[in-house]
């Protein structure tokens, strides 16, 4: 994280990569403009050692490119697309490999941007989707895609796990099956899973049989609260495609969120590490407070639950996602959000700051009250994204908002 991918030697010895702010590389002469352009529109494939020129920087950008090489090293990817939110990764990925007829199948919660793009938007034009819920059986799943009338039809299968905001693990093996039970020889179901509260550190989709991850790196990779951006990672041949899609939409990140998110890298590590490390303590103030009813963390799941394998088999830590219910109603869950002095008032997650929002009126505020009620999503449900500061100062946080309530 700290100099893959990048070289010195061309930009000057700078032992970091400088921001190319430009928008356009001059060629050397004709035939090098003339190459770039062969490899890059597909014209020809490329040579062995020949690498795609800088053309213009919708295309690509050494802040986007080096980003890419160094993002692929988590997952052990063979090639990653950078785009300019995680919604243009998301988006993007579901654009690229569903045409009109199309079916989707679709963990239930995802992100709520995803849920729009896939209900007010895709279904307009034509891709039908089924959904299910972490708690559902393959059995259960392979029915609802039977019943649906389109199961010949099924193109992918997008998964969030744990889901947000009350960690429940969905196994991915299991995804893999059911796309594989739809695959021909013709066609290949593909499982697309975002990653973003748990990678790209604690899990990698791509060894349970994922092709391909997409992150918000606005998250954990970005993990300061400054940059909006998104990712999507797998096989070179899928990522070709990715990035074709990527390239006639514009929606690809900036040079400076790509030098951004460089500079993140450097710390991701030792950030999430240092987060995961303060969610265990907070968890367990929490799980023995008086006042709290429930708490939602893959830490404390017993291990006679199912979920327990699941999580010891797909995760390498518990996160630094905890949701709890306070004991009472939204009443309650306000009088505690709105006495926190230390952490902070916010939607979003992963970042240095610890932040706490209530789901129920605010993320996932467009879920309908049923599914809700489904997803344990209660108006006493609290998400808490925990930060870097010192887990004491967190927990005294807590403890005094909790006297409020
Ligand atoms: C935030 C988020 C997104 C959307 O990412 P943006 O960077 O805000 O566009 C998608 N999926 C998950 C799980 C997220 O948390």
Same mark, same amino acid.
Request: proline share 18%.
């Given at each position: 994280m700290m100099s893959y991918g990048y070289k010195p030697e061309l930009s000057e010895g700078a032992i970091k990569s400088p921001i190319?702010?430009?928008s356009t590389f001059v060629f050397r002469n004709a035939e090098a403009g003339k190459a770039f352009f062969e490899v890059a529109y597909g014209l020809r494939e490329k040579g062995k050692s020949e690498e795609l020129g800088l053309i213009y920087s919708r295309i690509n950008n050494p802040d986007l490119e080096i980003l890419e090489n160094r993002l692929t090293l988590w997952d052990e990817a063979e090639e990653c697309a950078v785009f300019a939110s995680g919604m243009a990764a998301v988006t993007t990925v579901l654009m690229e490999f569903l045409t009109p007829g199309a079916l989707l199948l679709h963990s239930c919660p995802v992100y709520g941007g995803t849920e729009h793009f896939i209900e007010k938007i895709l279904v307009k034009r034509g891709i039908h989707c089924v959904t299910f819920y972490p708690t559902d059986s393959k059995s259960d799943i392979l029915r609802k895609i039977r019943e649906s009338g389109h199961a010949d039809d099924l193109a992918m299968v997008f998964l969030e796990t744990?889901?947000?905001?009350?960690n429940a693990i969905i196994d991915m093996t299991m995804c893999r099956e059911i796309a594989d039970a739809f695959s021909t020889k013709e066609k290949r179901v593909l499982v697309a899973v975002d990653?973003?509260?748990?990678g790209p550190l604690w899990q990698h989709p791509l060894k349970f049989g994922a092709d391909l991850v997409v992150y918000s790196a606005t998250k954990y990779i970005g993990g300061h609260s400054d940059v909006i951006a998104g990712a999507c990672l797998g096989s070179a041949a899928l990522i070709k495609r990715v990035k074709t899609l990527r390239t006639f939409l514009g929606n690809m990140a900036g040079p400076w969120s790509g030098w951004l998110l460089l500079r993140s890298l450097e710390t991701l590590k030792v950030r999430m590490e240092c987060q995961a490390g303060n969610a265990i303590r907070v968890a367990d103030f929490l799980k023995g407070h008086p006042k709290v009813e429930k708490v939602y963390y893959l830490g404390l799941i017993p291990e006679c639950d199912k979920q327990y394998a699941l999580y010891r088999r797909q995760c390498s830590s518990p996160g630094a996602m905890i949701s709890f219910d306070v004991r009472g109603t939204e009443t309650h869950a306000f009088r505690f959000l709105n006495a926190l002095r230390l952490i902070r008032l916010a939607v979003s997650l992963g970042g240095t700051e610890s932040l706490a929002e209530h789901? !129920?009126?605010?993320?996932? !505020?467009?879920?309908?009250p049923e599914e809700r009620a489904v997803m344990s999503i209660s108006e006493k449900l609290i998400r808490l994204s925990i930060g870097v500061e010192n887990a004491s100062d967190i927990i005294y946080d807590i403890d005094q908002a909790l006297a409020q309530v």
């Open positions: 190319f702010q430009t744990p889901a947000n905001p009350t990653n973003t509260y748990m789901p !129920a009126t605010m993320t996932h !505020a467009e879920v309908p």
